[in-house]
């Protein structure tokens, strides 16, 4: 979400920004206010914008988290703990 909200032009509203996106308004203003970082509860909950580069991964992975909110996390060898126990 943070890098499709990122990715709007300046120019264009909001409301059409919404329409190509296939968004309703109180969700853009939601998830702008949760990734700005004005939202109190943002702080209370440890949320962060994790970027993805998908290329990176190889093979089949050693592991998958899957989250009550149907995020996936795939964990492929080697295992880096200490990034692991960051994400997590």
Aim: positive net charge.
């Amino acid at each position: 979400m943070a890098e499709l909200l990122s990715n709007k032009p300046e120019d264009q509203s909001v409301k059409q920004f919404c329409l190509d996106n296939n968004l309703t308004e109180a969700r853009y203003y939601y998830w702008r206010r949760r990734l700005s970082g004005t939202d109190n509860e943002q702080n209370s909950t440890g949320f962060i914008a994790v970027k993805v580069n998908r290329s990176l991964s190889f093979g089949n992975p050693v592991a998958t988290l899957e989250f009550p909110t149907g995020v996936r996390l795939a964990i492929y060898d080697p295992i880096i703990l200490p990034n692991l126990k960051a994400l997590l």
